[in-house]
């Protein structure tokens, strides 16, 4: 990848890192939209305590000079309000062993692993006594730096129009309606803590989470996204690894209680006919255009020019106040499972962190095919690439 990015921070620690490369010279960076982007993952009905003590600014470090990037990495840090309540429990460096720090350290440990989390896995095999050494990174709080590092994708897709959104689709077994052009529907979007336009599937939303929360369980759901304006050419046939619908797949797939992931139809395409599934090409004054997006803007790794559609599905939360049965991983005996401050539903924050790491992907599919060393030469070959379609 040319656009890469390493993150690093643990839930309840001093802070959350982001390290970004390969961002072009001359990109107008903005504090003020990467910090509007982590106010929108913080916004959701049935979101925890925890978005009530956080409220999520980055400070840009490097990289970045009088408002446009330079050329080098650029490092962004977000502090966790709550560190000051950890002082002790998640401290860099030992701590002095008074019985008052080891009663303290000896409080915030965790035996009981829950299901449906890092917790078990992680602990056999970094072999941790203590199950918060994998809970505070396993976390999905670590989504915090992916936002703010979309944000800075999406500086890149701004300068080329290319814009993204995401809404909504099922939360429990409630299912809204989404309207044909949801970019005209953007700021009822967004002014929507449940990311919909649906009024009657929003009081249901509301219902079933509040039915979920008064029962200490959780609610999963399902979101789109799409992106506009994406053009014909990015990604490539060739090879497993530069397939874009597979790196964005991978994207998805990555964000924490993300169990599917579907491109235009999706699952349907097992029981639509060919000629129902594959999306006709006409031309009209000169340009390629389809009727139709079942492919949701990618066929054989490749966009092709329509808007790029995506459909992912969320988990409920396996942290809840109601706790499944488990066991404690030191003694192997019969328990309940953790519970630490938990939402009761996030698929409108999950969905917000699925438009950023959509962002990631056609960011640095853009950087590939484009060049990468300045913002000026990219806009030229980018334009130079238009030409060339248009005359073929």
């Keep these: 990848m040319i656009f890469r990015f390493l993150t690093s921070g643990e839930s309840h620690g001093q802070c959350l890192n982001a390290i970004i490369e390969g961002v072009p010279a001359g990109i107008t960076i903005d504090n003020n939209f990467i910090n509007n982007e982590l106010a929108r993952r913080q916004v959701g009905y049935g979101r925890g305590g925890r978005m009530k003590i956080e409220k999520d600014t980055a400070e840009i470090l490097s990289g970045v ?3 446009k990037s330079i050329g080098s990495p650029i490092c962004l840090e977000i502090q966790n309000r709550d560190w000051q309540n950890w002082l002790i429990p998640m401290s860099a460096q030992p701590v002095e062993n008074t019985k008052e720090n080891l009663d303290i350290i000896e409080a915030k440990k965790i035996k009981n692993v829950r299901p449906g989390h890092a917790d078990l896995a992680g602990a056999l095999k970094y072999n941790h006594e203590d199950v918060r050494n994998i809970l505070e ?92 304006n994406v053009p014909v050419g990015l990604g490539s046939h060739v090879h497993w690894d530069r397939k874009l619908d597979g790196l964005l797949a991978q994207a998805i797939m990555s964000i924490q209680a993300v169990k599917s992931v579907e491109i235009g139809l999706g699952k349907e395409v097992a029981s639509t006919l060919g000629s129902k599934t594959h999306d006709e090409i006409f031309v009209e004054n000169g340009d390629y255009i389809r009727k139709t997006n079942n492919a949701g803007g990618i066929e054989s790794g490749m966009s092709n020019g329509e808007d790029i559609v995506i459909t992912a599905a969320m988990k409920a939360i396996p942290t809840m106040r109601k706790p499944l049965n488990s066991i404690a991983i030191d003694s192997k005996e019969a328990v309940q499972a953790h519970f630490e401050r938990s939402d009761t539903c996030a698929v409108a924050a999950c969905a917000v962190v699925a438009e950023a790491m959509t962002a990631i992907i056609l960011a640095d599919a853009m950087l590939e095919k484009f060049s990468h060393d300045s913002i000026d030469e990219m806009k030229e070959n980018y334009k130079n690439y238009l030409k060339q379609i248009k005359e073929r």
């Excluded at 099922?170 to 967004?190: D, L, R, S």
């Design 137 to 228: 990174r396993s976390s999905a709080r670590e989504t915090t730096t992916r936002v703010a590092v979309g944000a800075i994708a999406k500086s890149i897709l701004n300068e080329f129009g290319i814009e993204g959104i995401s809404v909504v689709t099922q939360i429990g077994n409630v299912t809204a309606q989404i309207p044909e052009n949801i970019f005209e529907y953007k700021e009822e979007i967004e002014t929507s803590d449940l990311r919909t336009t649906d009024k009657k599937a929003y009081e249901l939303m509301k219902s079933e989470i509040d039915k979920a929360k008064e029962e200490g369980d959780t609610l999963g759901g399902s979101f789109k996204v799409v992106f506009k």
């Design 65 to 67: 000079r009088h408002g």
